[in-house]
């Protein structure tokens, strides 16, 4: 069993940076594929960042946050990070660190693969 708890969320203004930690306790990290997801108020949960164990720490990110978020882990601490530069409004939403025995890259998008989730903190940007 693994448990996630993340931190780091806050309110910033427009054009900050905040970076998100999600630590692992239960298990390592290793061959897992540890993702970032989102969910604004009255959406869907959406997929932001992965970071793959398998595949050498390949890192895979949704179009809307290429070049502003980087995904990253720090092994030794058992922790994943997302560091989020250039914040914008439409980035408020409550933030889940995700994670799953690693597999095909082309299901780390998708929420059913994870079988293990964080509470989520919130991100606010105001503008």
């Known amino acids: 069993q693994v448990q996630l708890v993340e931190s780091g969320g806050g309110l910033v203004q427009a054009g900050g940076s905040l970076r998100l930690s999600c630590a692992a306790s239960?298990?390592?990290?290793?061959?897992?594929?540890t993702g970032w997801f989102r969910q604004a108020p009255g959406k869907e949960r959406e997929f932001v960042a992965a970071i793959s164990w398998r595949i050498g720490g390949r890192t895979y990110y949704t179009d809307s946050v290429k070049d502003r978020f980087t995904i990253s882990r720090d092994n030794a601490k058992n922790t994943v990070h997302l560091q989020m530069n250039s914040l914008k409004p439409e980035d408020t939403a409550v933030y889940y660190c995700?994670?799953?025995?690693?597999?095909?890259?082309?299901?780390?998008?998708?929420?059913?693969?994870?079988?293990?989730w964080g509470r989520g903190t919130q991100v606010t940007v105001s503008s």
């Open positions: 239960g298990r390592t990290f290793n061959n897992y594929v």
């Open positions: 995700a994670a799953a025995a690693d597999r095909y890259s082309g299901t780390y998008r998708s929420l059913r693969t994870y079988d293990y």
